[in-house]
């Protein structure tokens, strides 16, 4: 059996291209799965904070910190944050970043981690990029990621203990020093078959392309694996 693709994703919950790139990579992948020969692959989560330094409760709105942590005028941020706004809509997303609030998202990624080992990486992936991006929901208060915790399946006291203890940082730490190796200096990022990089929130046909270019060649190696099996 062809071993599945592999696509490992450094992202942060509360950034709004990769919230956009996850979806990308999912059109990407429900168009390859009418092939007749569709790619299989195996995709991982990993840890990237991209601002480590900000606060679990900020006081301001997502215009505040953008102003104050890059520098820039309000109203290019009005206008930064409604072309995203744009961007999201055309992936099926509806931001409100009015309702958005900004918070440290290191407990967030342990969370990942621990529901990683639980089975249910990508649906909490989900839950949390859905919950800061469209509803307006905190996910850097342990009560909060408790909560959404519990409604992809996950218990209640487990998920508490694993974040109370801070058992899945060094795993998000492991994640970190990764992206620093590789070189990733920004999110979404996506690193296929541990040889091929994608940065950025490209188009899903980005993703098809990649797909059945590496699936292909995966096929066309399987007769000589074969034949090299068979002469010894």
Request: include cysteine.
């Amino acid at each position: 059996m062809t071993e599945a693709i592999s696509i490992d994703i450094w992202s942060d919950i509360a950034c709004p291209w990769c919230y956009i790139g996850k979806r990308n990579l999912e059109k990407g992948l429900e168009a390859v799965a009418s092939d007749d020969d569709a790619p299989q692959v195996n995709i991982t989560f990993h840890s990237f904070e991209l601002s480590p330094d900000t606060p679990v409760d900020f006081d301001g709105d997502e215009i505040d910190f953008l102003s104050g942590h890059k520098g820039m005028p309000r109203e290019q941020v009005e206008q930064m944050l409604a072309n995203v706004t744009g961007v999201a809509e055309n992936a099926g997303l509806a931001y409100r970043f009015d309702l958005l609030q900004h918070t440290n998202t290191v407990k967030a990624h342990e969370l990942l981690h621990f529901a990683k080992e639980q089975g249910v990486q990508h649906e909490m992936e989900e839950r949390l990029m859905s919950a800061y991006f469209t509803e307006g929901k905190h996910v850097g208060r342990i009560d909060d990621l408790v909560e959404l915790a519990v409604e992809v399946g996950l218990n209640p006291d487990d998920t508490r203990d694993a974040l109370v203890s801070s058992r899945h940082l060094a795993d998000v730490r492991q994640d970190q020093a990764q992206a620093q190796a590789y070189g990733i200096q920004g999110v979404p990022f996506f690193v296929i078959d541990g040889q091929y990089g994608i940065s950025g929130a490209q188009p899903p046909a980005a993703f098809e392309n990649v797909l059945r270019d590496l699936w292909a060649k995966r096929g066309e190696a399987e007769p000589e694996t074969e034949a090299e099996a068979a002469a010894v």
